[in-house]
């Protein structure tokens, strides 16, 4: 979460021309102004037509001050989980450990680990457990997070979960080659992230 | 993300791409679910696929790949 901290230490706080704001970015244009003029001024009696951009949902204004709703997309390759949903704060396992986004967040691009992501909205928190993926927060307080499978805790199957974490530990000791290794410790990996999932 | 500059992650390291380490984090977690659950989360393991090479500018008799999971 410090991880900037070092960074932006280095910069001297010049003021708002230096380092930009979350306040500077507008919504985005609907139409495109410049091809709309110069169409106007070569024929001035028939409408312009529209162009890709028209056709676009704009993206959200990032307004000055801090908004009171974080705007969740949860998609997975097969259904979209949450589709432009308001919640309070969502938890996602990030590779540097769990990290709790807030509405006014800063952007972050932030890669998963196989870990539990909680969406909590008033007093209801939801819980899915997701295999990997990415999480982006951007400054208007949109968080898109992708995962290729993400599943409500109460799915996962304790013994399935035992018996898988004692195999791969097993393969791990006795893994060779530098692959059979690395695809080993991602078993004990998912595995113990599953079982801390239905423990915690 | 790693912090310090060059450090891969281990599957990187051991040469698998990201896209190989997603699918097998997967498929792991696809492999511990309930039952009716894991049922319809098989189905979306398949994988069914014809892969030709091209040799010359022709391609080759084509291989039909259909597997249930990633090995």
Redesign the interface.
């Known amino acids: 979460m410090f991880r900037r901290a070092t960074t932006l230490l280095r910069q001297p706080l010049m003021g708002a021309t230096s380092r930009r704001f979350s306040t500077d970015l507008p919504a985005a244009p609907v139409e495109d102004s410049t091809f709309v003029e110069a169409w106007k001024k070569v024929s001035p009696n028939v409408e312009a037509p529209k162009t890709p951009l028209a056709y676009m949902k704009p993206r959200p204004a990032t307004p000055t001050s801090l908004p009171s709703k974080l705007t969740v997309n949860f998609v997975l390759p097969y259904a979209s989980e949450l589709s432009a949903k308001e919640v309070d704060m969502v938890i996602v396992p990030a590779t540097t450990g769990q990290m709790g986004v807030l509405p006014g967040h800063v952007a972050t691009i932030a890669e998963l680990k196989p870990g539990v992501l909680s969406v909590h909205e008033g007093n209801d928190v939801t819980k899915y457990f997701i295999s990997s993926g990415f999480a982006f927060i951007h400054a208007n307080s949109v968080a898109d997070i992708i995962a290729v499978e993400a599943v409500p805790v109460d799915r996962i199957d304790a013994n399935l979960v035992q018996k898988g974490l004692q195999e791969f530990t097993q393969k791990l000791n006795s893994a060779t080659t530098d692959l059979e290794k690395a695809e080993a410790q991602i078993g004990v990996d998912v595995h113990s992230a599953l079982n801390s999932a239905l423990t915690g | ?1 790693a ?1 310090a500059g060059g450090a891969a ?3 990187r ?4 791409t990201y896209i190989t ?6 498929n ?8 009716p ?2 049922a319809e ?1 098989m189905s ?1 393991e398949k994988v069914h696929f014809s892969l030709s090479k091209w040799v010359d500018g022709k391609p080759e008799k084509p291989t039909i790949r259909s597997e249930g999971s990633e090995h």
């Open positions: 993300m912090s992650p281990f599957w390291a051991a040469g698998m380490y997603t699918n097998i984090c997967a792991l977690v696809r492999n511990c679910l309930k039952e659950f894991k989360a979306r």
